[in-house]
Each structure stands twice: as structure tokens, then as C-alpha cells.
């Protein structure tokens, strides 16, 4: 099975962000992103960064190319948040980095347009 990311993201971008987090409030979900886990519950051969970033907290070694891609995530998240000035358009890509953390391969970070390592 191929996830579609964009598919998936213009999904979530059609809710209205209080809905999703109504949704939360009444149990149905515990996080926005967990209406795309219930969507793609057959990608569980995809590592994403959120894996890693689990793997790394239990104090499991990582490759050089998930440490890479864990970095790059990790900077292109910091620096697009801080590029948001308003606070709808900040829990927009807030959400949207949510979802790539838990539903992009890792390998989506290794490519040219996150690498920070020169």
C-alpha cells in the first residue's frame, strides 16, 4: 500500500481545527493525527520519524541516515513553525507536521529540500 500524503493532509485541511479537536474532547480521538492512523492502519511497514524519534528516547542505537533524517525533521519543523506569524495558519502546520512525523517514511527527510548538513 502507497500512502498519499497530500491525499491524506487535504483531508484533515477540509476540518474545521475545533472540529478535530472536539472529536478529542468526546474521546473519539486522542490527537488529530490519530484520524489518519485510523485511515492507514495497513502502513505499518513505513518507519516514520515519530518511530525513530521513540526509538532514540528508549536509548536504542540509530543509523547515521535516521539521525540524519531525524535532525532535518526536527529543523525544518522548528524553523516552519517560527515562520508562522498567525496563530490559525500555526496550528495548520502545526497539524501538518504531525502528520508527516507519523506518516511520511523517514526517507521523505533525507531528500535534498530538508537536508540542513552540507
Do not use: W
Amino acid at each position: 500500500m502507497t500512502l498519499d500524503f497530500n491525499r491524506l493532509f487535504q483531508f484533515c485541511k477540509g476540518l474545521d481545527f475545533d472540529e478535530l479537536h472536539c472529536y478529542m474532547d468526546l474521546g473519539v480521538v486522542s490527537s488529530p493525527v490519530m484520524t489518519f492512523q485510523i485511515a492507514v492502519q495497513n502502513s505499518a511497514s513505513i518507519v516514520s520519524i515519530n518511530d525513530i524519534r521513540d526509538r532514540y528516547y528508549r536509548g536504542e542505537r540509530l543509523r547515521r541516515e535516521e539521525l540524519l533524517a531525524l535532525f532535518n525533521y526536527e529543523t525544518y519543523r522548528l524553523s516552519s513553525l517560527n515562520q508562522e506569524a498567525d496563530e490559525r495558519k500555526f496550528h495548520e502546520k502545526y497539524l501538518e507536521l504531525q502528520v508527516m512525523a507519523n506518516l511520511s517514511p523517514y526517507e521523505e527527510f533525507l531528500k535534498e529540500e530538508y537536508n540542513t548538513v552540507r
